[in-house]
């Protein structure tokens, strides 16, 4: 006889099981009647005993309806289970994996079992430590999208420089059996999984690079970056049972002990290259008033006097105030 090994067991629980379930709406109404029922028996049954009329089967009936009434109806009420769209039950079986309830409407399964959601409880801080409380919410899984807001971190980037990064990262359920047997609490587990991936992803690229439009930075390529930060992410969280739908950076700055000189910085590189421009805008045009009197044959110039004109224009063109002219009434020369 074969015996399953450890590994097989855990795989054969990572996959999601379909409960035996029937209409609820059929097994309330039964049950309640059967209880109606019940206790009409348990009346007449009562008034028999007290008339002595068929003693022995008035104490059977009696024990049967009251036995009905008081454990079995309401054990068959505890089997009935209302799901809304998006939600889900995992059912146990004394300490056994039943299967997942999905899909709304309103159902009955075995009364016995047990469902379960590790997201639904949260540490509550006491005097001597933590212990575990129940949210809001019961026992169902939510399979609706939703949203994870981490808090803003700060994380140095690959050129060492300490910046303040948030990230919202839209996810769901879509395996229940690993989300509430593969971790301990999948909610928790995805936000520190989150924390990591953009430590990792961070930590890669430089915040902006002046000059170099090929170089992907966190400024520059913020779309690129987030779907590697959901990449990386999704293959950490695929142990719990969850689908990254979408990563997105929603705040990115420099650290505030660093942002006053980096402000500089970029205020001194947006003047290197103005200037930049406006010399080779000024030198163009120099080179342009030159060809234009050369070849029109307005002026003859020297060496020396194109020299100074080209000192004067370029004085002219590349100065940050308007320039003053002065009149020369006597020779050139």
């Known amino acids: 006889m074969h015996k399953p090994d450890v590994g097989e067991q855990a795989k054969s629980q990572l996959e999601e099981l379909t409960p035996k379930v029937t209409s609820g709406m059929a097994v ?18 009562i008034i028999a005993l007290a008339e002595e009329l068929s003693v022995v089967s008035a104490v059977i009936v009696l024990i049967i309806s009251l036995l009905y009434v008081c454990v079995i109806g309401p054990i068959l009420f505890a089997g009935l289970k209302v799901l809304r769209p998006n939600e889900a039950y995992v059912l146990t079986l004394f300490g056994r994996y039943y299967g997942t309830l999905r899909g709304e409407g309103f159902f009955f399964v ?3 079992v047990t469902s379960v959601n590790p997201a639904s409880t949260k540490p509550a801080a006491l005097m001597d430590g933590k212990v575990t ?12 999208a939703m949203t994870l807001n981490n808090e803003k971190q700060k994380i140095n980037d690959q050129m060492g420089n300490p910046i303040i990064i948030g990230i919202v990262v839209i996810w769901r359920v879509v395996n229940t059996a690993k989300a509430a047997f593969n ?109 234009q009197l050369n070849a029109n044959d307005i002026v003859h110039l020297d060496e020396e006097r194109k020299a100074a004109m080209v000192s004067n224009l370029l004085v002219v063109l590349c100065a940050n105030r308007e320039p003053q002219p002065i009149v020369n009434s006597g020779s050139l020369y």
């Open 28 to 45: 309330m109404l039964v049950n309640i009647t059967l209880m109606l029922i019940g206790i009409t028996a348990t009346v007449i049954s």
């Open 110 to 112: 075995n009364p016995f």
């Open 133 to 144: 409380v129940p949210m809001p919410g019961g026992r169902k899984i939510s399979l609706k």
């Open 183 to 291: 971790v301990d609490n999948y909610e928790q587990y995805l936000s520190m999984q989150c924390d990591s991936a953009l430590r990792n992803i961070v930590r890669l690229y430089p915040y902006d690079v002046a000059g170099d439009d090929n170089e992907k930075t966190l400024r520059g390529s913020s779309q690129e970056i987030a779907d590697k930060i959901r990449d990386e992410l999704q293959a950490k969280v695929d142990i719990a049972g969850l689908e990254i739908v979408e990563a997105r950076i929603t705040h990115l700055s420099y650290a505030p002990e660093i942002a006053a000189a980096m402000l500089q910085r970029q205020q001194a590189s947006a003047v290197i290259d103005a200037r930049q421009m406006i010399v080779e805008g000024a030198v163009g045009m120099v080179e342009m008033a030159l060809t």
